[in-house]
């Protein structure tokens, strides 16, 4: 607290330092004050379109890190995690199955582990809300900015964000032909990278961008250091025992293949009408969908209780591919047994913005999305005599129509209201190897399969929101506003075949019982106000206060199981909405003559029903649960740009945040959690974690870098940058699991640049994470690891994270025509 008070009590003198016209009156501070031009250097200004249109980000009353095209390309920002090492409170865990990720700001965040929960970070790309987490499969190039929003977000971006949103905006059009192609060699993972565009007029008022990217990895980020392994099988219906060869998955993952392309049509007939339409196709393949799967820490301490092999902090796996004799028949799985993750996608935006006569202005962002997503998956993580393997195949699409006006009178009063409209629909396929048991009797095809599911959910959602804004004075302006939502779900899950051991387990569609399907009809509302006082002194100085609520729907978990072992399969399968309130204030300052951006922002927001998934092992079922929770905190980020060094920045922040269970008095518990542990509640199953951590919420995050550019001679240019990012200890389980700890860690980026002084080339050298500092924002129990959960007897699971990326340096040589 000591550091907290220092950190406000700083923040407030350099505050004072910008309200020298405090005293004025109004109508002088209406006035627009004189702009001086430092000799040289200074701020850039940063523009962000944060309330759905353009302006300084100091303008913004919300707290939020904006990326920029030029640090994009120096810092390489091509994917959604390596936003992170930019926006320190945010975090990815790149998981394989389930919703595919685990995004987390301000330390909350969704669990990867069910395909039907909504991210609370969503992603929102070109004005369209992308809120599942395989979004994160996406790759992401010829990029105009990002911005990290932080805090829940009802109003201006799609559907409700309880934690915070991503937008990311691609590239336009220019207005003077330009061509451009770049190509680069990364060394560790050996991967080849071109990619391009060709941007210009057509016409008067008509022009096209087109934009492609292909990569190709050689080798990869990890090693697999797996052995052959025979695994034993029985046949139920014949009664005799076989062994099957499972030979090493890829040794070097995840040897990714990927091409993306992009075309952007922007047509402006009048200065009036802006139109652009935006299409893109992604397909990438990687030869393990686990890759980054670790045993960071071993539940008898030292080594894994699957491979026998030693767990640590390090780029390295034991994963086995699919027995080719079992595969050569098995659905969705390649012929020879490998494991892979093949992601297609492709989607268009249709943006239309009209001003009418500079009073109105109506907007529209029309969507269409598709992706599917198949994997073979080593589903233990870790392989060995008796492993469990699955092959999924799921698809999702989704069509969205946002309709805005927004008011820009002279008077004190505007407002904003919008609608929203939103179908999705989830199809899913899944088939497991488990059990170590086969039946020779069965349908073709499914012969190996444990347990084979299907599963749909159809979704459609309504949404209405609105805003007035009031400016009191010329420089105090009001602002509150609603959005109302009404949403339907109607979802199918049932487990069509079941191997004849296993049906003691896992019901099936004719299950005597009838709970063999499970069939959902889900119904939302939800109202979500907010309101912000704003007030702007100087021009230099913006101070405010915002009230927000934020809303995510229910839902329905398509990848979940029908357990024999569990009364209620459809509570199971569903779970309710998730909610946030709170409250943040904050000041943005330019400072110094503009030479220095200062910003603090403080905030307290409670989540009722945080959706948290995870696996029930006494009745072997996936459920989710919610629980209360609570972020609070302290941000403050900086950038120094001093007068006579053009070229020079300063930049960084220090966060604090304490994320927290207000109320989960019964969680589950962790495997192999003994009474003496907390694992005393309900049967002994469940503990109270009231008062833990949130998983992966550090209390204390920060970055600091330095950016250099300056011109050598007159034809050539020279840059640099170094750039750190530091994360305090965080629990990386929602469970409270001791052995999930990820202790404090830093890594450091670096670039240098060398090029013609009108960027006609450039070769540049980025090296991330030079540190090769290895850390998991994300974790599971190890499969059939630990036991005696509840029980004096209880030894733990292993920890196996989601690990990040290891030291990578790219060469990059570009050229524009």
């Given at each position: 607290?000591?550091?907290?008070k220092?950190?406000?009590?700083?923040?407030?003198?350099?505050?004072?330092?910008?309200?020298?016209?405090?005293?004025?009156?109004?109508?002088?501070?209406?006035?627009?004050?004189?702009v001086?031009?430092?000799?040289?250097?200074?701020?850039?200004?940063?523009?962000v379109?944060?309330?759905?249109?353009?302006?300084?980000?100091?303008?913004v009353?919300?707290?939020?890190?904006?990326?920029?095209?030029?640090?994009?390309a120096?810092?390489?920002?091509?994917?959604?995690?390596?936003?992170?090492a930019?926006?320190?409170q945010?975090?990815?865990?790149?998981?394989?199955?389930?919703s595919g990720?685990?995004?987390?700001?301000?330390?909350?965040g969704?669990?990867?582990?069910s395909?039907?929960?909504?991210?609370?970070?969503?992603?929102?790309?070109?004005?369209?809300?992308?809120?599942?987490?395989?979004?994160?499969?996406?790759?992401?190039?010829?990029?105009?900015?990002?911005?990290?929003?932080?805090?829940?977000?009802?109003?201006?971006?799609?559907?409700?964000?309880t934690?915070?949103?991503?937008?990311?905006?691609?590239?336009?059009?220019?207005?003077?032909?330009?061509?451009?192609?770049?190509?680069?060699y990364?060394?560790?993972?050996?991967?080849?990278?071109?990619?391009?565009?060709?941007?210009?007029p057509l016409?008067?008022?008509?022009?096209?961008?087109?934009?492609?990217?292909?990569?190709?990895?050689?080798?990869?980020?990890?090693?697999?250091?797996?052995?052959?392994?025979?695994?034993?099988?029985?046949?139920?219906?014949?009664?005799?025992?076989?062994?099957?060869?499972?030979?090493?998955?890829a040794?070097?993952?995840?040897?990714?293949?990927?091409?993306?392309?992009?075309?952007?049509?922007?047509?402006?007939?009048?200065?009036?009408?802006?139109?652009?339409l935006?299409?893109?196709?992604?397909?990438?393949?990687?030869?393990?969908?686990?890759?980054?799967?670790?045993?960071?820490?071993?539940?008898?301490?030292?080594?894994?209780?699957?491979?026998?092999?030693?767990?640590?902090?390090?780029f390295?796996t034991?994963?086995?591919?699919?027995?080719?004799?079992?595969?050569?028949?098995?659905?969705?799985?390649?012929?020879?047994?490998?494991?892979?993750?093949?992601?297609?996608?492709?989607?268009?935006?249709l943006?239309?913005?009209?001003?009418?006569?500079?009073q109105?202005?109506?907007?529209?962002?029309?969507?269409?999305?598709?992706?599917?997503?198949?994997?073979?998956c080593?589903?233990?993580?870790?392989?060995?005599?008796?492993?469990?393997?699955?092959?999924?195949?799921?698809?999702?699409?989704a069509?969205?129509?946002?309709?805005?006006?927004?008011?820009?009178?002279?008077?004190?009063?505007?407002?904003?209201?919008?609608?929203?409209?939103?179908?999705t629909?989830?199809?899913?396929?899944?088939?497991?190897?488990?059990?170590?048991?086969?039946?020779?009797?069965?349908?073709?095809?499914?012969?190996?399969?444990?347990?084979?599911?299907?599963?749909?959910?159809?979704?459609?959602?309504?949404?209405v929101?609105?805003?007035?804004?009031?400016?009191?004075?010329?420089?105090?302006e009001?602002?509150?506003?609603?959005r109302?939502?009404?949403e339907?779900?109607?979802?199918?899950?049932?487990?069509?075949?079941?191997?004849?051991?296993?049906?003691?387990?896992?019901?099936?569609?004719?299950?005597?019982?009838?709970?063999?399907?499970?069939?959902?009809?889900?119904?939302?509302?939800?109202?979500?106000?907010?309101?912000?006082?704003?007030?702007?002194?100087t021009?230099?100085?913006?101070?405010?206060?915002?009230y927000?609520?934020a809303?995510k729907?229910?839902?329905?978990?398509?990848?979940?199981?029908?357990?024999?072992?569990?009364?209620?399969?459809?509570?199971?399968?569903?779970?309710?909405?998730?909610?946030?309130?709170?409250?943040?204030?904050g000041?943005?300052?330019?400072?110094?003559?503009?030479?220095?951006?200062?910003?603090?922002?403080?905030?307290?927001?409670?989540?009722?029903?945080?959706?948290?998934?995870?696996?029930?092992?006494?009745?072997?079922?996936f459920?989710?649960?919610?629980?209360?929770?609570?972020?609070k905190?302290?941000?403050?980020?900086?950038e120094?740009?001093?007068?006579?060094?053009?070229?020079?920045?300063?930049?960084?922040?220090?966060?604090?945040?304490?994320?927290?269970?207000?109320?989960?008095?019964?969680?589950?518990?962790?495997?192999?959690?003994?009474?003496?542990?907390?694992?005393?509640?309900?049967g002994?199953?469940?503990?109270?974690?009231?008062?833990?951590?949130?998983?992966?919420?550090?209390k204390?995050?920060?970055?600091?870098?330095v950016?250099?550019?300056?011109?050598?001679?007159?034809?050539?240019?020279?840059?640099?940058?170094?750039?750190?990012?530091?994360?305090?200890?965080?629990?990386?389980?929602?469970?409270?699991?001791?052995?999930?700890?990820?202790?404090?860690?830093?890594?450091?980026?670096?670039?240098?640049?060398?090029?013609?002084?009108?960027?006609?080339?450039?070769?540049?050298?980025?090296?991330?994470?030079?540190?090769?500092?290895?850390?998991?924002?994300?974790?599971?129990?190890?499969?059939?690891?630990?036991?005696?959960?509840?029980?004096?007897?209880?030894?733990?699971?292993?920890?196996?994270?989601?690990?990040n990326?290891?030291?990578?340096v790219?060469?990059?040589?570009?050229?524009?025509?």
């Amino acid at each position: 607290m000591r550091v907290v008070k220092t950190v406000l009590l700083a923040s407030s003198m350099l505050a004072t330092t910008a309200m020298p016209a405090f005293a004025q009156s109004a109508d002088t501070q209406a006035a627009p004050a004189p702009v001086t031009t430092p000799a040289a250097g200074g701020l850039n200004e940063i523009i962000v379109t944060a309330r759905k249109r353009q302006e300084s980000v100091q303008d913004v009353p919300v707290a939020v890190t904006a990326i920029t095209a030029e640090q994009i390309a120096n810092r390489d920002v091509t994917s959604i995690e390596k936003i992170t090492a930019i926006a320190p409170q945010f975090s990815v865990g790149r998981a394989s199955n389930g919703s595919g990720a685990q995004l987390t700001l301000r330390g909350i965040g969704s669990s990867s582990t069910s395909i039907g929960i909504e991210q609370s970070v969503a992603v929102v790309v070109d004005g369209a809300y992308y809120g599942q987490g395989r979004v994160i499969n996406e790759g992401f190039f010829d990029l105009s900015r990002v911005e990290v929003l932080k805090g829940p977000q009802a109003l201006f971006f799609g559907k409700n964000a309880t934690a915070g949103v991503i937008s990311i905006t691609t590239a336009d059009p220019t207005d003077k032909p330009e061509f451009m192609i770049k190509g680069g060699y990364e060394f560790k993972s050996q991967q080849y990278r071109i990619e391009g565009y060709a941007s210009g007029p057509l016409t008067d008022t008509l022009g096209l961008r087109v934009a492609a990217r292909y990569t190709k990895m050689d080798g990869g980020y990890y090693r697999n250091e797996a052995k052959d392994v025979l695994y034993n099988d029985f046949d139920i219906a014949t009664g005799t025992a076989s062994t099957h060869l499972a030979t090493p998955a890829a040794r070097k993952a995840p040897g990714e293949e990927e091409l993306l392309a992009r075309a952007t049509l922007k047509w402006e007939p009048t200065d009036n009408l802006t139109v652009s339409l935006k299409g893109s196709v992604d397909g990438s393949n990687v030869n393990n969908n686990s890759w980054n799967y670790v045993a960071f820490r071993c539940g008898n301490g030292s080594t894994s209780q699957l491979t026998g092999e030693a767990c640590g902090d390090h780029f390295v796996t034991y994963q086995n591919n699919i027995p080719a004799d079992i595969a050569a028949n098995f659905p969705y799985a390649k012929s020879d047994g490998s494991l892979y993750n093949r992601y297609r996608s492709a989607g268009g935006t249709l943006n239309i913005t009209y001003n009418a006569a500079d009073q109105l202005q109506v907007s529209s962002v029309t969507n269409y999305q598709w992706n599917n997503n198949r994997w073979a998956c080593a589903c233990d993580f870790q392989s060995n005599s008796a492993s469990n393997w699955a092959t999924e195949n799921s698809s999702w699409k989704a069509f969205s129509q946002e309709l805005r006006a927004l008011t820009q009178f002279d008077g004190p009063f505007n407002m904003m209201v919008g609608t929203l409209y939103q179908h999705t629909q989830r199809d899913f396929q899944q088939y497991v190897i488990v059990g170590a048991v086969s039946n020779s009797a069965a349908p073709p095809g499914l012969n190996y399969v444990g347990t084979a599911k299907t599963s749909y959910t159809k979704g459609d959602t309504m949404a209405v929101f609105g805003q007035l804004t009031y400016k009191i004075t010329p420089t105090l302006e009001a602002a509150g506003g609603v959005r109302y939502t009404d949403e339907t779900k109607n979802s199918f899950f049932t487990q069509f075949y079941n191997n004849p051991a296993l049906t003691g387990i896992f019901r099936d569609q004719n299950d005597p019982d009838g709970l063999g399907v499970v069939t959902a009809r889900q119904h939302f509302t939800n109202w979500s106000p907010e309101a912000t006082l704003t007030w702007k002194p100087t021009r230099d100085l913006m101070v405010y206060g915002a009230y927000k609520t934020a809303y995510k729907s229910g839902g329905f978990s398509n990848g979940g199981i029908n357990s024999k072992l569990s009364a209620d399969p459809s509570a199971d399968l569903t779970f309710n909405p998730e909610r946030s309130e709170g409250f943040e204030i904050g000041f943005k300052s330019t400072l110094l003559a503009n030479q220095l951006r200062f910003n603090v922002t403080a905030f307290n927001y409670k989540y009722k029903d945080l959706q948290v998934d995870f696996f029930n092992s006494p009745i072997f079922a996936f459920q989710t649960l919610t629980a209360d929770a609570r972020t609070k905190g302290v941000e403050v980020e900086f950038e120094f740009a001093p007068n006579g060094i053009p070229g020079l920045d300063f930049h960084g922040s220090v966060n604090y945040d304490k994320a927290r269970y207000i109320s989960f008095p019964i969680a589950p518990c962790y495997a192999g959690e003994t009474p003496a542990e907390g694992c005393n509640l309900v049967g002994n199953t469940r503990q109270d974690l009231t008062g833990a951590p949130l998983s992966v919420a550090p209390k204390w995050t920060g970055n600091l870098g330095v950016n250099y550019e300056t011109a050598m001679g007159e034809a050539y240019k020279v840059g640099f940058n170094v750039d750190s990012k530091y994360s305090g200890s965080y629990l990386a389980s929602g469970f409270g699991n001791p052995l999930s700890r990820q202790s404090r860690y830093v890594t450091l980026d670096a670039g240098l640049r060398f090029g013609a002084q009108d960027d006609n080339w450039q070769l540049a050298v980025i090296g991330k994470n030079l540190t090769n500092r290895f850390y998991v924002s994300g974790v599971v129990d190890g499969p059939s690891t630990g036991g005696g959960t509840g029980t004096a007897a209880g030894f733990k699971a292993d920890q196996l994270g989601f690990g990040n990326l290891p030291r990578t340096v790219m060469v990059e040589l570009s050229k524009k025509f």
